[in-house]
């Protein structure tokens, strides 16, 4: 637990340090007609060092707790979450969103689902297949496409 | 205005045709409501090249029930997933989702959808009589006023307390942060974008609700083991009679929130201020606070009823001065221009048929909605049946698709599996997630507000005491801020007295 | 079919079929059109690409749709950059306002007109200096002297900072010795309403933005920005500029599409000969004649030259008013 909260802070300051860099640029200064860009993000970034700083302090003046922020029976279901997710979004790059939806929960439902291969195949193609017929028809709001929908004339 | 008006509006808004637009309407709007990412304001947008064939009030009468539609629909989410699908139900995730979790998703939409019914009506009838008269207390919003009205959201809902203090101004401040990033409209200046194209549009708070409530809750609920919580127990339309029979219990919170929305809505400032604002009234004034966050029924209807209430006001500035009281309204004044008409004041007297045919669509097109949601409640709730391996790739799918569609920019995807581990962290770590939020929806707004407000007056910050309606509401805002710290005097004051009151010999 | 193999086959196909009949047309969409809007949803731009979308629709003018989409994002940049990034492609155009030529300006984005591909000039926005109608000023005479009496003392709202209505603010301010306290706000029906209630003395709204308020008899127009009167029988009235103020300060804002850069040259012949068709339905003529706007479809060699006359001035204009990027 303690190494997250420390590990967290840690970017929390960096963000803080990315965010005074940039407000110095901007200037920090109070104009003839009010604050200037980097008025209210200089205080931001000031206010979140000193707050981290807080923060910081309180760890430091307690006692380990020795909970750990996750245990690993927690984080696998937790990256059995993630990485499919991240994946997604991948070849949703790469694919377009229809194609790549349909692989993922086509993939997921067998693979943690193990439901039968006719509910994965209607699922994994009918969702993808609605979803493209509501956006790019429907509604006409282009989603991310590949090479499959461009073949297709899309 | 006199009863012939809103009866030849009625005559309009019930003929056979608009009654079928308002239906669709209802339908289209409950779909992108539920659908994060695509708001009322994108839903209208889309359809709006599609109304250019039908008569003018027919194509209004479909774009506000999509609205309304929205306005429904985004409660669903928010409810069963802890996503909320529009950012004025973000509130409502505070209580419905642990609803959801203990089994009571129907009473939770049920409720939610019955008070948004309730607010809608009261804003309705306001604008039924009030229109014109309310029209003017519009304009009198400037800058300073749409400043004092953020500082109060904000002060109202921070001041609520709870949780590590330190840990909560962290949330608050990156709210802030996140929320500057992008152009500086006040300087044309871009900030934090390093020359990052990507950077240029922001974080939208859309993007981060989704990744920080949705995908982070989703993280976090897995940890104990691959499945969803929260099977409903009553399946069938009885739970909305049940949740009927409590609901009258909370007439003092519906109330308080029909005004607090009718308020906030009818002028800048808009549903999502008014959401949380209500909500943190409902805590402040119950008699067990500790309840709210638990899956306390009151803390759905305070913001669904004030969220639907400011909706519906949204529409009254757009009609009697064609001042757009929303992103969705400002959509559908270009509507009205494409249509040939020209919005603005003078609207209420060359088109009113127009006019009134809009407003009586807006008793109608609620009730439809009403009716229709209420009767999917079911349904909805039986979503969460679906088993897990299917469902969490839909949702996580859904979820990709509304981040996306939000600016069409692939990045903001990216920006939401960021938003839901740092959800899933802060979550774990006690940092609280909803300051955050409000920070970085507010923060833009109130930045602008702030600095418009001091170009007005050369940089002094005596501009929020001078003006009357400022200084109200600042002073407001900085009584709850205190309230923390006031709290405890005043009990024990009230103690005292009582102390006092009791001993004072009777027969006095 | 590897899908590039068939649009090779295609590409190889149609000019054989167009040499093969003349009755054929040459080139059509293929898919859906997508209209990119560097501003937020609402805004002038984009009301004018969402009817481009109707009307096309309604009148049947495009074999496939039209779609619209928002990229607003540091002050458009987003979205000129995104179509900056789509080299070759047949089925998207950007539809512009004056953010085409102030945002590279003064934020250093780097992006140029010059990246894109120029289509059609649909419209041009005319400029409307307005008061609010309870003050005393009736004439444009009458505030000049007010605000020369009270110099840094009256406010003038406008749309966003370094755009257009700066632009205005700091040319009126030069070239009559005025000072302002410029307000910047985010959209235009925004900037008018703050000028009904009095938030601010007064605006340079675009008409369409203030009609309205006008008819209602809450603003007041006091000169139009330009070389010559409004056309249009109630605007008609309205004095220039120069006739009442005697200086020659004229600004149109451009309402125009560019395609992406080496936009096919056969498409960009169908989206002028479609924007023409556009341009000349009921509706178009109606929207324009309701928004005062100037008619000015042009495309070819009279878009480009007017786009770069354009250029030239933005820049004269923002360094005059020190708005270039440092």
Known sequence: MRAADLATVAVLMLVGGVVLFDAVRLGIGWGTDGPQSGFFPFWLGTTLLLACAVVLGQIAGRKPRGVPFVTREQLGPVLKVLWPATALVVLTQVLGIYVASALYIGFYMRWVGAHSWRSIVVLSIGIPLVTFLVFEHWFLVPLPKGPLEQWLGY | MGFEDLFLGFQHALSAQNLFFAFVGVILGTIIGVLPGLGGANGVAILLPLTLRMPPTSAIILLTSLYWGALFGGAITSILFNIPGEPWSVATTFDGYPMARQGKGGQALTAAFTSSFVGAFFSTLLITFFAPLLADVALRFGPPEIFAIQFLTFSAFVGLGGGNPVKTLVSIVLGFILAAVGLDIVTGQLRMTFGVTDLMQGFDFIVAVIGLFGIGEILLSVEEG??????????????????????????????????????????????????????????????????????????????????????????????TLGIPGSPTAAVML???????????????????????????????????????????????????????????????????????????????????????????????????????????????????????????????????????????????????FAMPAIAPWLRLLRRRRARAVAATPPGD | ????????????????????????????????????????????????????????????????????????????????????????????????LSNLFTTPLHTGVPFNWKDLT??????????????????????????????KAKPGGMKMGGT???????????????????????????????????????????????????????????????????????????????????????????????????????????????????????????????????????????????????????????????????????
């Open chain 3, 118 to 147: 120029p289509v059609a000039r649909m419209a041009l926005d005319e400029f409307i200096l307005w008061v609010n109608a309870e003050t005393p000023y009736k004439t444009a005479k009458e505030y000049v002297a007010a605000v």
């Open chain 2, 226 to 319: 691959l499945s969803f919580k929260g099977v409903a127990t009553g399946m069938n339309l009885r739970v909305v009679l049940e949740t009927w029979k409590v609901l009258p219990r909370y007439w003092r919170t519906f109330a308080r929130s029909c005004f607090i929305g009718f308020w906030m809505g009818f002028k800048p400032g808009g549903a999502t201020p008014a959401s949380f604002m209500s909500y943190s009234f409902a805590k402040r004034f119950s008699k067990n606070p500790a309840r709210f966050g638990q899956g306390e029924l009151e803390g759905v209807v305070a913001p669904e009823t004030a969220a639907h209430a400011a909706g519906v006001a949204a529409m009254l500035p757009m009609i």
């Open chain 3, 160 to 326: 966003g900072s370094a755009q257009e209505d700066q632009i205005l603010t700091i040319q009126l301010e030069q070239a009559l010795g005025l000072k302002f306290i410029y307000v910047p706000f985010k959209g235009g029906g925004e900037v008018c309403v703050n000028l009904v209630g009095t938030h601010v003395d007064s605006t340079v709204n675009n008409p369409i933005e203030c009609v309205s308020h006008w008819k209602a008899g809450r603003v007041r127009p006091l000169a139009v920005f330009d070389t010559e009167r409004l056309s249009a029988p109630e605007w008609k009235d309205i004095p220039t500029v120069k006739e009442a103020l005697g200086a020659d300060l004229h600004y149109l804002m451009l309402r125009g599409l560019f395609g992406p850069p080496a936009m096919p040259k056969d498409a960009v012949d169908w989206y002028v000969d479609f924007l023409r068709k556009v341009s000349e339905t009921a509706r178009w003529k109606k929207y324009v004649d309701e928004g005062a706007l100037k008619p000015a479809f042009a495309s070819g060699a009279e878009y480009v030259k007017w786009v770069e006359e354009n250029e030239k001035l933005h820049r004269d204009l923002m360094s005059r008013g020190g708005l270039l990027k440092k």
């Open chain 3, 1 to 96: 079919m590897r899908p590039l193999s068939r649009a090779y086959a295609v590409s190889l196909l149609v000019p054989i079929l167009l040499a093969a009949g003349p009755a054929l047309a040459a080139w059509e969409p293929t898919k859906a059109i997508e209209i990119v809007v560097p501003a937020g949803t609402g805004g002038g731009a984009d009301q004018m690409a969402r009817l481009i979308a109707g009307i096309a629709d309604e009148s049947k003018l495009s074999p496939r749709p039209v779609i619209v989409v928002n990229k607003s994002g540091g002050a458009g940049a987003e979205g000129f950059l995104y179509v900056k990034g789509k080299k070759g492609d047949a089925h998207t155009l950007v539809i512009t």
């Open chain 2, 334 to 480: 270009g509507g009205l221009v494409m249509w040939g008409l020209q919005p603005g004041p003078m609207l209420f007297r060359e088109k009113a048929d127009f006019v009134w045919g809009l407003i009586a669509s807006m008793y109608t097109g609620n009730i439809i909605g009403v009716v229709m949601v209420l009767a999917f409640v079911p349904l909805f709730a039986a979503i969460l049946r679906v088993p897990f391996a299917i469902l969490t790739p839909v949702i996580v799918t859904v979820c990709a698709i509304g981040a996306y569609a939000v600016h069409n920019a692939m990045i903001d995807v990216w920006y939401m599996l960021a938003f839901g581990v740092v959800g899933y962290v802060f979550k774990k770590l006690d940092y609280p997630l909803a300051p955050l939020v409000l920070a970085l929806v507010l923060g833009d707004h109130a930045e602008n507000a702030l600095r418009q407000s001091l170009i007005m007056s050369q940089g002094s910050l005596a501009i929020f005491m001078t003006r009357p309606i400022t200084a109200v509401i600042m002073a407001a805002a900085i009584v709850f």
